[in-house]
């Protein structure tokens, strides 16, 4: 099956600095790429989307100039959270989909990220 | 606003089966995903079933659809220790994607 791999898997830093995470779907060309957060005992919630070339598409409530998102290619995406806080601690996933002939498929995800600021 | 509802715990014996419910509340859902999470791991995808038809089944894995009540669930048939993990169901339509908050199920030898 396809694969997608996001690295770090872990990662602390320190309160103000930022933080990239990356995503990248290693045998299949990803126009479509989402980005999720995961809280304690609740469900993933989407933060963005993104196709390829173009602007991420925000959800209500997330800071797009918090969480700054790049599609750079058909196999990479980024996430950089800026400036974090300890409530900006979480788990983030990526999943990437290909997109064939306009039929919706399913999508794959990375491993995660866990996330902890001090 | 549109939720995907699912228990958040369930537990078995081994060899007994596992059924795992879901409900959601978008009509215009087109595809309906079980997705297996194992700790430490991402999120793999189990199986899917396509909102036009009513059940699917993969070896010891049957979902079962009931659009009309938006209710989905996923059964495991002989449940095994390596079963063990959180199981979220999802819904998708166009662009978009929708998580329940994940069921824990715990098998017991």
């Known amino acids: 099956g396809a694969v997608v791999s996001q690295h770090p898997s872990r990662v602390i830093c320190k309160s103000g600095t930022s933080v990239k995470i990356e995503c990248r779907s290693l045998?299949?060309?990803?126009?479509?790429m989402f980005w999720y957060r995961q809280f304690p005992k609740q469900s993933l919630m989407l933060m963005a989307t993104?196709?390829?070339?173009?602007?991420?598409?925000?959800e209500q409530g997330v800071e797009k100039d918090k969480f700054l998102i790049n599609h750079a290619s058909l196999t990479l995406s980024t996430l950089t959270v800026t400036s974090a806080h300890p409530e900006d601690s979480s788990f983030y996933i990526c999943?990437?989909?290909?997109?064939?002939?306009?039929?919706?498929?399913?999508?794959?995800f990375g491993q995660g990220t866990r996330l902890t600021v001090v | 606003g549109e939720d995907v509802e699912q228990s958040l715990f369930l537990s078995v014996r081994e060899g007994d089966s596992s059924v795992i419910n879901c409900t959601y509340t978008?009509?215009?859902?087109?595809?309906l995903y079980w997705y297996k999470q194992e700790p430490g791991a991402g999120l793999q995808l189990l199986t899917y079933i396509f909102s036009n038809m009513d059940m699917k089944q993969d070896q010891r894995l049957t979902v079962l659809l009931n659009k009309k009540d938006k209710h989905l669930s996923l059964r495991i048939a002989d449940t095994q220790t390596g079963d063990s993990a959180i199981y979220f169901c999802?819904?998708?339509?166009?662009?978009?994607?929708?998580f329940g908050a994940g069921t824990r199920l715990t098998v017991k030898p």
């Open positions: 978008d009509s215009s859902s087109t595809y």
């Open positions: 999943s990437a989909r290909a997109d064939r002939g306009g039929a919706n498929t399913e999508a794959f």
């Open positions: 999802a819904e998708s339509m166009d662009n978009d994607m929708r």
């Open positions: 993104s196709n390829e070339g173009s602007k991420a598409t925000y």
């Open positions: 045998d299949f060309q990803a126009t479509t």
